[in-house]
């Protein structure tokens, strides 16, 4: 059946009325129940079983992109006029990454055109990508091999089909020490890039807000928990809801949520800065330029925000009463403590970037070459869960080598609010950490860190998505 589609439908050369017969046949093909109207679950079955392969949520795209008077269904006319301006969006791509102009596309070609958007890939898996499209074993691509790839995915542009394996910024777990998004020039100079960053905050804010709780008692394990006070999840919930009622529990989210924006836009703006200061070549950032691109702009984005760092443990930790509010809790913390106690933990915090990050980054691109390697014969599109089980567990790797860190950044700045409580340097307080509580007592509140990633991610991408319809930001 496949190949009798390919031969009514991809011929290396058609006449107008050629391709419109072929669009009345497979019109024909997809509308089942002969209404003269086809619908995304004609589509779906359609498609498939003419043996068309089409990525998750492919078919509910093109019906929307093509239907004009909103019926939920493409009548013949959309039909047509959907694939006729989608082919020809797909002609001026091809002619894109066509670079000598021989109506074949090898894998430098690929590769080259991917490094003029911002994005660097190896040899290796440039012609993994090309071995997806490539229907007739040669390592080339010929029009039509691209077009029987694409007509039936959504993606229109180069840029579109790169953003496959970008690290997405979906993904927000609480802690915001990961390298940030590659943008390419044309996101950069349609202002598409604020749109996507200003989605990714807002997932982020949401996401913060529903594993609250969670975050809550995380920091509250990881000041107050020790060997001779074990505190479980339960007794810990009953504290806090005993102690300040239901809404103590979101205790510290407000300027969580409130540093996200500055803490992006500064990590962003740095981020490009030292791209340009480090990169051997204009234009083009290696790996391991990245990394280090990425380490500084967190480090300088964690220096900026780091007052408000140290207030959100205050605020967290707090009583009922201690603080009115976040301007009276800066007010008492610098006329108790002084400027300087607004940078308590602040070594510890800038040490954990490198590992977060590194690992962040080498886990995800392990994971990525691995699924390129072994699973992209069909498709170079990976599919959404595979992204988001990517970005998750490379986070949650990175998460857990830099706890240790984490945890004296956090007792560090919450120690002069405790009664009775030494103020130790961070070196005593890991031998200290060491001698009475073992090697993991570096990991208190690593349970209900680790409880929060799931819920936190899966809060991300629906609203993520959801901002990104709202605006108009093509998926």
């Keep these: 059946m496949y190949q009798a589609a390919r031969k009514l439908f991809f011929t290396d050369c058609r006449c107008a009325d050629d391709a419109s017969k072929a669009y009345d046949d497979l019109f024909r093909k997809l509308d089942t129940n002969a209404d003269g109207k086809v619908d995304v679950s004609e589509l779906k079955a359609g498609l498939a079983a003419l043996g068309i392969k089409t990525g998750i949520g492919a078919a509910q795209k093109i019906i929307s992109s093509g239907d004009k008077d909103n019926d939920e269904g493409l009548d013949f006319d959309e039909f047509s006029k959907y694939l006729k301006e989608h082919e020809k969006k797909l002609l001026l791509t091809f002619k894109s990454l066509d670079k000598n102009n021989d109506g074949c596309v090898d894998f430098l070609e690929i590769k080259q055109s991917l490094a003029d958007l911002g994005l660097n890939i190896s040899q290796e898996e440039a012609q993994k990508i090309l071995q997806s499209i490539d229907v007739d074993g040669t390592m080339t691509l010929d029009w039509n091999e691209w077009r029987e790839h694409f007509l039936f995915n959504p993606a229109t542009n180069l840029q579109e089909i790169i953003r496959y394996w970008k690290h997405s910024t979906v993904l927000d777990i609480g802690d915001s020490l990961s390298i940030p998004d590659e943008f390419t020039e044309e996101e950069k100079t349609t202002g598409m890039w604020w749109k996507q960053l200003s989605a990714g905050a807002m997932a982020g804010a949401v996401s913060r807000t529903g594993t609250a709780p969670l975050d809550r008692m995380k920091v509250f394990m990881q000041v107050h928990s020790s060997k001779t006070n074990k505190i479980s999840l339960v007794s810990g919930f009953k504290q806090m809801l005993k102690e300040g009622g239901l809404m103590s529990l979101w205790r510290g989210n407000g300027i969580n949520v409130l540093k996200i924006a500055p803490e992006t836009a500064i990590k962003f703006m740095a981020y490009e800065q030292f791209k340009k200061l480090l990169s051997s070549e204009p234009g083009k950032v290696q790996t391991h330029e990245r990394f280090m691109a990425g380490s500084l702009a967190g480090a300088t984005a964690q220096t900026a925000i780091y007052p408000m760092e140290v207030m959100k443990t205050r605020l967290t930790l707090r009583k009922t009463g201690q603080y009115s509010g976040m301007f009276d809790c800066a007010k008492q913390i610098l006329k108790k403590e002084g400027v300087k106690a607004f940078y308590k933990g602040y070594v510890p915090n800038l040490l954990g970037i490198i590992p977060y990050a590194g690992i962040d980054l080498a886990v995800y ?96 991408y629906v609203v993520y998505e959801n901002m990104k319809d709202s605006l108009g930001i093509q998926k």
Excluded: H
């Design 365 to 460: 691109e392990s994971l990525k070459n691995l699924w390129l390697s072994r699973y992209s014969k069909d498709s170079a599109n990976p599919g959404i869960l595979v992204l988001l089980g990517c970005g998750t567990l490379s986070s949650t790797c990175g998460q857990l080598m830099s706890y240790p860190l984490a945890l004296i950044r956090t007792r560090m700045q919450a120690q002069a609010s405790l009664e009775g409580s030494e103020q130790l340097p961070m070196k005593l307080m890991v031998k200290k950490i060491l001698k009475k509580e073992g090697f993991f007592g570096l990991y208190r509140g690593i349970l209900p860190n680790f409880m929060k990633v799931i819920p936190a991610v899966s809060i991300s």
